[in-house]
């Protein structure tokens, strides 16, 4: 995928099983977020494939069906309330009434989102907007999730039931892609890791087959520098900018 003379996904492959969360990770810039709109279709690769369960992402409705999705940047239907906007995706993804329904309430009263059921979504925060957004991810109960940076916003009681939620949906036999830049999540959450940079993957597999591919007993954190080529000039970016700090508090001046 090119973005004028930028290639921002350059032979991207990867697989993710039923069962699985697989974190998808890479420095600011390292094609995460046009992987991403490439595997729900929102943009088109110039070469390769996307397939769900098997299924062409081309055949498009009859597989994005497949798809719960939270994007980065969450956009909604500012004049409509959140009840008007998950009945309307509810009528999409052709849910009966009664399901739809039901699956509502209980995903209003987990994310505590009542008070604001029925004011208009221009005026929510960005954190119940998230939340919103993930509701209509997860309404339709697929099998596959893609969330990028779904924590994005949320409280952390959200964050600890959108985690539960991910966990659980994937011990059901659904599969989950986790994009996160929150290297102690994706460690706790994920079952398998991507590290992608300049459009490449340049590490795959479980935290501790990581570790063996850096030869030490390394927090995903450190992993993730090591293998994106990050970890050299931090301690002396840190003790730059210690000295300026001192500096600016006079204890350094001459």
Not at 27 to 44: C, H, R, Y
């Amino acid at each position: 995928m090119e973005y004028g003379a930028v290639t921002a996904v350059d032979g991207l492959s990867f697989t993710v099983g039923r069962g699985e969360i697989y974190g998808l990770l890479g420095p600011n810039g390292a094609g995460k977020s046009s992987t991403i709109k490439t595997l729900v279709g929102l943009v088109a690769p110039k070469s390769g494939e996307v397939t769900i369960f098997g299924r062409s992402l081309a055949e498009e409705m009859p597989v994005k069906s497949l798809i719960g999705y939270v994007p980065e940047e969450v956009l909604l239907f500012d004049s409509l309330t959140p009840r008007e906007f998950l009945e309307f995706v509810a009528s999409v993804r052709r849910l009966a009434a009664d399901e739809a329904n039901g699956r509502i309430g209980r995903m209003v009263k987990a994310f505590r989102v009542e008070a604001y059921f029925d004011s208009p979504i221009a005026t929510l925060s960005l954190g119940t907007k998230q939340k919103v957004a993930v509701m209509a991810a997860l309404l339709h109960d697929p099998p596959l999730l893609i969330l990028d940076e779904p924590l994005n916003g949320l409280d952390a009681r959200s964050s600890r039931i959108l985690k539960e939620l991910v966990s659980l949906h994937a011990r059901k036999g659904g599969a989950a892609i986790f994009c996160t830049h929150v290297m102690e999540v994706a460690e706790r959450l994920c079952t398998r890791v991507g590290i992608i940079d300049h459009g490449r993957m340049v590490g795959e597999g479980t935290i501790e087959e990581l570790r063996a591919l850096v030869h030490a007993d390394e927090s995903l954190e450190n992993i993730f520098l090591k293998v994106t080529a990050e970890e050299a000039g931090i301690e002396e970016t840190i003790k730059a900018l210690e000295g300026e700090v001192r500096d600016e508090n006079g204890t350094n001046a001459l």
